[in-house]
């Protein structure tokens, strides 16, 4: 007996850590999972009026189109925001959505951050609570942008940023994806791969997130356009 009791303690002990690893992944899946209920479906991020104008018209230029995006525009911005307010104290994350607002370039692109991120952090306040989360709620003087309120909340329960930021930044591509299979049209098959096409993408905008706000920059000014474009766009679906 006295030789199976450190046995059945170690065996304890690796299961609790296996559940809590479990329960983080399984809260990133269904943050970041298209029914996680931010009205995410509602925007197309620009990409109606890149389809309007005849730019993205196949699976090709969809996929071209969302990894630009990710290597040079928005998707590396919220990159940076998201990892920079990842571990960081309430106000100090509350302070980073103000700066990262004034970085999203388009009204409608604002609107899109700002709604699904206050979207984001109620529902989460609500079924995970935390008194982190409360505290940066209490702090905030306007909607925090998506990035920022994903990514403070990620690692308020705990989630590693090698592991939110990727799915974060996959989430973010599929919508897109999503928007384009709707609006093209294409088939679902094409949808999914492009996503697939997009992994790698993913992994890399991921890993060579900015390190400092000093290093965060943007430079797809077609995507811009579009999003300016849509604004006053005659017949359209999406809100941005």
Same mark, same amino acid.
């Given at each position: ?14 299961? /609790? ?20 209920? @931010? ?20 699976? !090709? ?50 609107? !899109?951050? !700002? ?38 909340? /990620?690692?308020?329960?705990?989630? /590693? ?8 930044? #996959? ?16 088939? #679902?098959?094409?949808? #999914?791969?492009? @996503? ?10 991921? #890993? ?33």
């Amino acid at each position: 007996m006295a030789m199976r009791m450190p046995m059945i303690m170690m065996t304890d002990t690796i299961t /609790a850590i296996a559940m809590t690893d479990i329960a983080v992944l399984l809260r990133l899946q269904t943050w970041f999972s298209p029914a996680f209920p @931010i009205g995410a479906f509602s925007y197309s991020h620009g990409l109606e009026s890149a389809i309007e104008a005849g730019v993205v018209a196949d699976p !090709e230029t969809l996929t071209d189109w969302c990894a630009s995006l990710l290597r040079f525009g928005t998707g590396r911005t919220d990159a940076g925001f998201f990892a920079a307010t990842h571990g960081t104290a309430p106000n100090v994350a509350a302070a980073m959505a103000k700066e990262a607002a004034a970085w999203v370039p388009t009204a409608e692109l604002l609107l !899109e951050a !700002e709604h699904q991120g206050e979207a984001f952090l109620k529902t989460v306040r609500a079924a995970w609570p935390h008194p982190e989360l409360d505290a940066f709620a209490a702090e905030l003087g306007a909607r925090p942008v998506l990035p920022v309120a994903a990514g403070f909340t /990620a690692a308020v329960h705990g989630a /590693a940023l090698g592991d939110a930021l990727p799915l974060y930044l #996959q989430a973010v591509a599929a919508n897109i994806i999503s928007a384009g299979v709707r609006l093209i049209p294409l088939g #679902q098959t094409d949808g #999914q791969r492009a @996503i697939a096409a997009l992994e790698a993408v993913v992994a890399e905008a991921a #890993q060579s997130a900015p390190a400092s706000l000093d290093e965060i920059w943007t430079s797809t000014p077609a995507h811009e356009i579009a999003s300016m474009r849509h604004e006053t766009q005659y017949a359209r679906i999406f809100r941005s």
